[in-house]
């Protein structure tokens, strides 16, 4: 059994979804834009949810589905949605969640590949765990201004350009159990942390360019909130402007 393509997008009377056992795919875009639909529940095993198949429905606030792969802005911009628990999802494709700036507790214990732009501003996301050998894309994170810890399994863990670039609160990353706190601008040269450290540290503060006078002289980022890094001695001329 499937939910079609667009079969139900836009329908403001729905409120709550209940996805059956038979159910094995959402269509693309199927459910886009119920703003009201408040509620998805089911024990079925979803093997495919299509790209922007739940994409603005803002009145979803809590998610708990059984599904392997989930495709392109399949939840972005949903304005509302604070927790969500995936925990047989293997793939989560570009801007799944984008925009979902109230998203705070996240789950996905089997996650192997997570898409470019995946979390891009989920602004309240403070903690996020990734399994072994997760591989994450370019942008993933970005802007996720909320993130001071990061947890990892191994150091199997691959990440592409500016994946977490922006997350300047990051002060914590834990490798199997051990927490590495991190000091500042100085981190990026301490021989006693992890190279997995040191590396995800960087693609965090990747948005400002620092120059070897330890002046800041550049900043791209558009996070809603920045730490400067400890150690910077100055800030050059309308930087933040």
Known sequence: MCINERSMAGN?????????????SVGKAALYGC????????????????????????KLSDLELKSCWIWEQAFSFCTGLETVKL?????????????????SSFRGE?????????????????????????????????????????????????????AFSGCTML??????G?????????????ASLPTLVRELYQSSINCFSIDEELCLYRC??????LRIPDGVRSIAREVFR
Request: hydrophobic share 35%; proline share 1%; aromatic share 8%.
């Open 220 to 225: 791209t980022s558009q996070a809603n909130k």
């Open 87 to 103: 925990p047989m999802t293997t793939t989560l494709g570009k801007e799944t969640f984008l925009g979902c700036s109230k998203l």
């Open 35 to 58: 703003r009201n639909l408040s509620k998805v529940s089911g024990e079925s095993i979803v093997q495919n949810i299509d790209s922007l198949a739940l994409g603005k429905c803002g």
């Open 110 to 162: 089997n996650l192997r590949f997570i898409g470019m732009r995946c979390f891009e501003a989920c602004n309240s996301l403070s903690t996020f765990s990734f399994s072994e050998d997760c591989s994450i894309s370019a942008h993933a994170f970005e802007g996720c201004s909320g993130i001071t810890r990061l947890q990892v399994l191994g150091e199997g863990l691959s990440f592409g350009s500016y």
């Open 178 to 190: 051990i927490s590495y706190k991190i000091n500042g601008y100085r981190s990026l040269e301490d």
């Open 171 to 176: 002060d914590c990353i834990d490798i199997d």
């Open 12 to 24: 403001h009377a729905i409120t709550e979804i209940v996805f059956v056992k038979e159910l094995v």
